[in-house]
């Protein structure tokens, strides 16, 4: 018997040692601007363990985190041509490229995170994640990003008027641009990895993020007051390039997909604890939390939402996600 089970082992061993050798392997290389253990960058490395066991090892997953591959614009080209394989990126950058996703991003379009949670998760989310296919991308799932807020280096901001003429960076989209002009305050928008020298030289007043991004990209070391104004909830997206997807069996497309979707629970569960963790490093270190408001800025935000839910298709659009318990 010992002798049988050794003999097994073996064969088992070599077995595995010829489909290393002779099997087809693929890495699909995967793009993210967060630095290694971001709960994004953590998700995708659990979704390229899940592909790699249910493909018995002919796809894997290597994510190249901390903008290793560029900036979010960049990589989205990227991805668009087939350089990348997958990229896990903010809905932001997309607004300007995938229409729809100008919706979801909308200030205060959602609820809460659950609200969101429940719209990304049914068939409004499966109706965005189609739209990236007519631009050379395919959506896989969504991630959370919990709410943005404003934080800055100069003042508490407690008032919708605390905001009036401050410079604040934004991402790369006119959303974002159109958000801070109607608050009465100057958009900047800049690539992340851009930002804390901006802050540290003055360049901007400050910036905009959730807990998490906010402590791990360190801006709170130079912007010490942080006002809990949540303006928006952004959802992340995973995406893969359209001509990586295409060279994809059905079956493998299917896995890749399923395991996209189960990697989303994994993500929740390091986000709900990333955000307590980073909120508590962050006041740790001195920064001041401000409460505000949030009626007036809503109130502001009608001729955003007027110029981007100009097709009926669209405006329809945000009164499901409205409607949306
Ligand atoms: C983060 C998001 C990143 C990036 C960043 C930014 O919340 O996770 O993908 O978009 O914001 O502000 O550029």
């Known amino acids: 018997m010992l002798h049988f089970s050794k003999l097994m082992a073996a064969t088992f061993a070599f077995g595995s040692l010829m489909i290393g050798v002779a099997g087809a392997q693929t890495v699909l290389r995967s793009a993210d601007t967060h630095p290694d253990g971001y709960p994004t960058v953590e998700a995708v490395k659990y979704l390229g363990e899940l592909i790699k066991e249910r493909t018995a090892g002919r796809y894997s997953v290597e994510v190249y985190h901390s903008a290793q591959l ?41 609820r809460s995170v659950e609200h969101m949670r429940h719209v990304m998760d049914g068939p409004i989310g499966d109706e965005i994640l189609k739209a990236f296919e007519t631009h050379d991308l395919v959506g896989l799932a969504f991630y959370d990003s919990g709410a943005r807020s404003f934080y800055n280096t100069k003042k508490d901001i407690t008032s919708i008027a605390d905001l009036k003429g401050m410079k604040f960076r934004v991402i790369q989209s006119d959303v974002f641009v159109d958000m801070v002009n109607a608050l009465g305050a100057n958009a900047t928008p800049m690539a992340y990895g851009e930002v804390y020298s901006a802050l540290e030289t003055g360049v901007i007043d400050g910036a905009e993020n959730n807990w998490p ?113």
């Open 70 to 110: 560029g900036e979010e614009k960049d990589t989205i080209e990227q991805t668009q041509t087939g350089v990348i394989d997958l990229n896990r990126v903010s809905m932001g950058p997309f607004n300007g490229i995938v229409p729809e996703t100008a919706v979801p991003s909308l200030p205060y379009m959602f």
């Open 213 to 325: 991004s906010f402590e791990s990209a360190k801006h709170y070391e130079v912007a010490k007051h942080y006002t809990v104004d949540q303006h928006q909830i952004v959802p992340e997206v995973l995406v893969m390039s359209k001509s990586s997807w295409d060279r994809l069996t059905p079956e493998d497309q299917a896995i890749v997909k399923q395991a996209a979707k189960d990697s989303v629970v994994k993500m929740r569960e390091l986000w709900d604890a990333q955000e307590k963790k980073s909120r508590e490093i962050v006041e740790k270190a001195g920064v001041k939390v401000s409460e505000i408001d949030k009626k007036p800025l809503i109130d502001a935000m009608k001729p955003v939402y007027d110029k981007y839910l100009k097709t009926p298709e669209l405006k329809d659009l945000a009164t499901r996600i409205q409607a949306t318990k």
